[in-house]
């Protein structure tokens, strides 16, 4: 059998960075609601039921502006269904949630300024993860693709001992992951791709694009995205299947 090329999801696959979108996403809330908030940039920014909630819901979220619709949901004291795509269980304004993303990330990058210590330490990367993927990337063998931002990648990866080549990562300033997929397929001609994600949605896309994947389950996932998985016959992974992935 041919040895696989890895495409790897980031969030929720390498790292879990919950908790610095929890506190990144509720400070740019904050400030789209015109509020006078000043973050310290830690956990206890956000009040506690909020954060569980956040933390909780996480997953429903595929990209930093679709936390605008969680904490929309969260302060409305809406009942969140884990199993429905927040485009239809929130009415979504367009330009309101373009104004999310550019406070999101305009608020990420000043914290990450501001702080680079506290900014990378508060994401942890998963048990065993940064041992695979280092071995991958020696071997040319992986190369990560995200909506998350390239920089972000790079500063969490830099500050934990992981160097690597920018043009390994396809992050949300080069476009969606749909796009990046088929640049990759061109340029990996005769490989055998194979794609490892935290999302059913996302796999279904490789799918479509004749790309094979499986379902990370230590990452921000949940029962019903499991069992969905394997009702549509993805294989799923835990951590302890880890060395599967050679
Ligand atoms: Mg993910």
Redesign the pocket.
């Known amino acids: 059998m041919r040895e696989p090329f890895y495409l790897v999801?980031?969030?929720?696959?390498v790292c879990d960075s919950r908790a610095e979108c929890m506190v990144t996403g509720y400070a740019a809330y904050r400030e789209l609601k015109g509020e006078p908030f000043e973050p310290a940039f830690t956990v206890d920014d956000v009040p506690a039921d909020a954060a569980e909630a956040f933390i909780r819901f996480r997953y429903l979220a595929r990209t930093a502006r679709e936390f605008m619709v969680i904490w929309d949901l969260i302060e409305a004291g809406s009942a969140i269904d884990p199993d429905l795509p927040l485009d239809r269980q929130w009415e979504i304004d367009a330009a309101r949630i373009m104004r999310y993303h550019e406070l999101f990330y305009a608020t990420r990058y000043r914290w990450m300024e501001r702080d680079e210590r506290s900014w990378v330490a508060i994401h942890a990367l998963f048990p065993g993860m940064k041992e695979w993927l280092v071995a991958r990337l020696a071997e040319g063998r992986a190369h990560l693709v995200?909506?998350k931002d390239s920089r972000s990648i790079l500063t969490i990866l830099r500050n934990n001992g992981v160097e690597l080549p920018d043009d390994l990562v396809s992050g949300n300033e080069g476009g969606d992951k749909p796009g990046h997929f088929r640049r990759l397929i061109e340029e990996h001609p005769g490989r055998e791709l194979y794609f490892i994600?935290?999302?059913l949605e996302?796999l279904e896309m490789a799918a479509a694009q004749g790309i094979a994947g499986c379902l990370c389950t230590w990452?921000?996932t949940w029962e019903g995205g499991i069992e969905a998985a394997k009702r549509q016959g993805f294989p799923t992974l835990g951590l302890d299947g880890l060395a599967q992935l050679a």
């Open positions: 999801d980031f969030d929720g696959v995200s909506s994600d935290d999302n996302n990452g921000y």
